[in-house]
């Protein structure tokens, strides 16, 4: 898979860089050529695999991604109905 473009601002250019740091810790969506989604962000998965609602479930092979609420918000214009 080939990472297509970027859904939303570039992590250094949003209001309080969007959670980014320099040339790190940049959350960050992208649209693959696949037409999935690809999530840069943080690493929740040990924090909150005990909390999942009971109707949810995270397989083996996948895990919880944080973004900031900022990120996922200024991405929306970009992202497809469906």
Do not use: V
């Not at 949003?14 to 050529?33: A, F, H, K, V, Y």
């Not at 690809?38 to 479930?57: K, Q, R």
């Amino acid at each position: 898979m080939k990472f297509m473009r970027r859904i939303g601002p570039h992590p250094h250019d949003r209001p309080q860089g969007g959670g980014s740091t320099g040339q790190s810790s940049c959350p960050d969506i992208w649209e693959l050529d696949s037409g999935d989604f690809a999530i840069i962000g943080f690493d929740g998965h040990n924090d909150l695999i005990g909390n999942l609602p009971h109707d949810a479930n995270c397989h083996s092979d996948e895990r919880i991604i944080i973004i900031p609420r900022e990120t996922l918000i200024l991405a929306k214009p970009q992202i497809p109905e469906y």
